[in-house]
């Protein structure tokens, strides 16, 4: 038995500690928004937060999570007071800015792309674009050529994003 912190949400599966995260999160969690693209840690699709740390959830034995807290893109959005769903800046910026196209891609990207405007990674001196491509080096993307998600990331991290009801 391990027991997982996935989204905000305690849950307990019965699985083989050396289950993949990736598989746990998919198969036994029902959280596909989670991706598999190389099953190498080389592509970045199946970025999940560890602990509020980018990992490559398929590289992560199931064992390793045990008591601590996981959050997949599915995570990133949260409850508006009205009951709707609030998309956090950077999935939203992808969506407007079009910066997703394939998808298979898209969950790691957001997923890592959160952290970075929600942890001022992109803060201070020097080129936002470059610190961007810099930190996102780890997710490839076959279809976009980054320059949208680029321009989705700097967005999203604008203070007026934040405003405007994303984090």
Known sequence: MIT????????????????????????????TGTKEGCGEGECGACTVLLDGVPVNSCLVAAG?????????????????????????AVQRELVVRGGAQCGICTPGIAVCAAHLCDSDALAGPGDARAKVRELL????????????IVDAVIAAASPASNQEGGS
Request: aromatic share 4%; charged share 25%.
């Open 137 to 148: 080096a780890g997710n490839i993307c076959r279809c976009t050529g980054y320059q949208l």
């Open 64 to 88: 390793q999570c045990d008591g601590r807290a996981v959050t997949t893109v599915e995570g990133l959005a949260r409850r508006g007071i009205d009951g709707s769903t609030v998309l956090h």
């Open 4 to 31: 997982i912190g996935v989204n905000g949400e305690v849950r307990t599966v019965e699985v083989s500690a050396w289950k993949r995260l990736l598989d746990v999160l998919r198969e036994d969690l029902r959280l």
